[in-house]
């Protein structure tokens, strides 16, 4: 009995393991398109990353080709000034190694509205849009406020290939 017990133990704590990752959105394989974000896992909410003055979002858009990525920061900007969004994608194989891909940076004044990284005039699609090698990858986003940066505000994760 002791066998049974113990390969069902390993079966049930696997299959609880498999079903809480897939329960909280924590990524996808793409059979086609694909769009998430961060605040879809976190009931809506965006991350103070400055205060109660702004708040961030992460998203990622894979398009129909199922390799290539967009990054959108949706936010919340309080301050009162023009602030400027960027994101950048991150292996997490190697969270800590260098970037992936930098998509770049967009600006606005807007009080509350969502931009796509990189749309800025000088960046162009070859930052906004990166045709992603296979590997599994969350974009990263974050804001400059008075010469500083907020933010590493991760999407869920999302696998090419």
């Not at 991150?90 to 807007?110: E, K």
């Not at 796509?116 to 699609?125: N, Q």
């Not at 599994?136 to 590493?152: A, C, E, L, R």
Request: glycine residues 12%.
């Amino acid at each position: 009995m002791r066998k049974i017990t113990g390969r069902l133990t390993k079966t049930v704590v696997a299959g609880a393991i498999a079903v809480s990752g897939m329960a909280v959105g924590t990524g996808s394989a793409h059979a086609d398109s694909a769009y998430a974000c961060r605040s879809a896992n976190d009931h809506g909410r965006y991350v103070a990353v400055y205060g109660s003055s702004v708040y961030l979002d992460s998203c990622y858009n894979v398009q129909d080709d199922r390799r290539t990525i967009e990054a959108q920061i949706p936010y919340s900007n309080y301050t009162g000034q023009g602030l400027t969004y960027c994101a950048h994608a991150l292996n997490v194989n190697n969270i800590y190694g260098p970037w992936a891909h930098d998509f770049g940076c967009t600006s606005s004044s807007a009080t509350g509205d969502s931009v796509w990284a990189g749309r800025d005039p000088g960046y162009g699609s070859s930052w906004s849009e990166w045709t992603a090698p296979a590997g599994t990858y969350v974009i990263s986003t974050g804001v400059w406020i008075d010469g500083h940066y907020y933010g590493d505000v991760q999407s869920p994760r999302t696998t090419i290939g």
